[in-house]
């Protein structure tokens, strides 16, 4: 069901620094920082030649990124990004398979302007998973 990866998120408590990081130390091609109000992140996408990177950092407030750096001051991986043909027809799956949606199970616009569902982490090995239909 699921295909490529679409991206690894890391949250940062720094944006401009781990933006310059991976621009200068990894040698990146690193995108502009982007507002996602209605994610409460400001996101900032580094294209690799198979994947994506989603640098995350707080935007707003009660942003859930805020809550994850607290957590872990220094960053980390906060997600991982499966790309899905049919998202409506992955959620049915998965919840048959008594997998947890979060939030309302409805869909939303993520970051690429397609639809994306989180899973809850505890029934994905601790791991926050993020499908997008492409
Ligand atoms: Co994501």
Request: glycine content about 16%; proline content about 11%.
């Given at each position: 069901m699921i295909g490529r990866l679409n991206h690894v998120a890391i949250a940062v408590p720094d944006l401009e620094a781990a933006a310059a990081q991976y621009r200068t130390m990894l040698g990146a091609n690193v995108g502009a920082?982007?507002?996602e109000?209605?994610?409460?992140?400001?996101?900032?996408?580094i294209e690799l030649p198979n994947t994506k990177i989603e640098l995350?950092?707080?935007?707003?407030?009660?942003?859930?990124?805020?809550?994850?750096?607290?957590?872990?001051?220094?960053?980390?991986?906060?997600?991982?990004c499966y790309e899905v043909d049919d998202i409506?027809?992955?959620?049915?799956?998965?919840k048959t398979e008594g997998a947890r949606v979060l939030g309302d199970g409805e869909p939303k616009i993520g970051a690429h302007g397609k639809p994306v569902l989180f899973l809850h982490p505890k029934d994905f090995q601790g791991t926050l998973v993020e499908l997008e239909q492409v």
């Open positions: 920082p982007q507002d109000p209605g994610h409460g992140v400001t996101v900032i996408f995350l950092y707080p935007l707003g407030e009660g942003s859930p990124i805020q809550g994850f750096l607290d957590k872990n001051p220094s960053g980390g991986i906060h997600h991982v409506l027809a992955a959620r049915d799956h998965l």
